[in-house]
């Protein structure tokens, strides 16, 4: 079981103090008990972290035991996932006072929202709980973002700032039986969380963090993708589930987006079919490539191993001509997208002749 709580926070800021002597480096929680504090010599640093994560199997069997604080409790569940797993989450929910529903607006006189589903679930569940002002606990069932962790909602296309969770609660069982290409997904957003990063101003924790994600799925990735095709849960998948969902989310809490996520907009425009974690780590190869940074030899055999986008074939782009690119290009410039994240001006014919050299890698 992995379970993140206030110690631990603590634990790590402890680590993190004597390893680079930082002196004047203190630690404080929120009464919110939703984010962190830094104080460092006269600077002081907001740091949003969700306030316990929980990771272990069999876990929304024993759902009861993550809720017994809360008097009212409605559950926004997707209607599929309910379908899949009505048993399990009937029996696990003993206490009185909860309520079922299926549509965000049906919430009504709630202590908490638990959210049960994909990232759309996730999105409704922490806006819901904004608007209420109520506690937020996400149980996701799909491996395929960083989206649990994060203090972002996605609402009719705009991003809100919606806190982080209360708590969020990952059963791997239930993470093991998603389709193995929300797995590989998930690999491909989280991977762009150190890259992106690094357009920010980042303290040293998230900074440690963002390294940790991006170490985590390069060692790991590769064996856990091959432990799921033969059905086993083991140290590996463990390992890269919490830096898909937890680490990554953490770090992009606290940082942002860049080139990569800007563009991956932009192919939405045209890729129906293609997967949010696709999209971003193909554009990760662009945005490196832009920035002329020699780790996009190592993405892309690592790319090829783990079965994520190189080509534009490979996002379902066939004989595109630099007209129907530049539409593209537009679109992830816009001023709702982080393209200006970059650490240098990008031109769109910059963002095209960098798709073109990536889509001509042998």
């Known amino acids: 079981m992995r379970c993140v709580n206030r110690k631990a926070k603590c634990l790590i800021f402890n680590f993190i103090r004597k390893k680079w002597k930082l002196e004047l480096f203190t630690c404080l929680l929120s009464s919110s008990k939703k984010k962190w504090y830094i104080i460092s010599g006269d600077q002081l640093m907001e740091m949003k972290s969700v306030s316990q994560y929980i990771q272990k199997t069999g876990l929304l069997s024993h759902l009861d035991e993550y809720l017994f604080e809360y008097d009212k ?3 926004l569940v997707d209607t599929n996932i309910y379908n899949r797993y009505q048993k399990v989450i009937y029996n696990a929910l003993k206490q009185q006072h909860i ?9 009504q006189n709630s202590d908490v929202v638990v959210g ?11 806006y819901a709980a904004k608007q209420r ?10 491996p395929a973002t960083d989206a649990p962790c994060t203090s ?6 705009k991003y809100i700032e919606c806190g982080c969770p209360k708590k969020v609660l990952v059963d791997e069982q239930i993470m093991a039986m998603a389709p193995l290409r929300f797995f590989v997904c998930g690999i491909g957003d989280a991977l762009t969380t150190y890259f992106e990063a690094q357009h920010y101003d980042l303290s040293v924790s998230v900074e440690c963090l963002s390294r940790v994600c991006l170490d985590t799925l390069l060692t790991y990735g590769l064996q856990a993708k091959k432990d799921l095709e033969e059905g086993l849960l083991t140290s590996a998948v463990s390992k890269c589930l919490e830096a898909i969902i937890y680490i990554s989310g953490s770090v992009f809490s606290n940082s942002g987006s860049s080139a990569a996520h800007a563009l991956s907009y932009g192919f939405q425009e045209i890729c129906k079919d293609v997967m949010h974690g696709e999209l971003t780590a193909f554009s990760l190869l662009v945005q490196l490539c832009i920035e002329n940074d020699e780790r996009i030899h190592e993405l892309r055999s690592f790319y090829q191993a783990v079965g994520l986008p190189c080509h534009l074939k490979d996002i379902g782009i066939q004989d595109i001509c630099d007209e129907e690119l530049m539409k593209v290009i537009e679109k992830s410039m816009s001023e709702q997208y982080t393209m200006r994240k970059m650490p240098m001006i990008v031109q769109k014919e910059d963002l095209l002749e960098a798709i073109r050299v990536v889509d001509a890698f042998e």
């Open 99 to 107: 309520d079922l529903v299926f549509q965000s607006e049906d919430i």
């Open 116 to 126: 049960i589903g994909g990232g759309s679930i996730m999105d409704q569940a922490k």
């Open 73 to 75: 409790v409605s559950i």
């Open 133 to 142: 002002h109520i506690d937020c606990i996400l149980i996701p069932t799909s």
């Open 152 to 157: 972002i909602a996605v609402v009719e296309g």
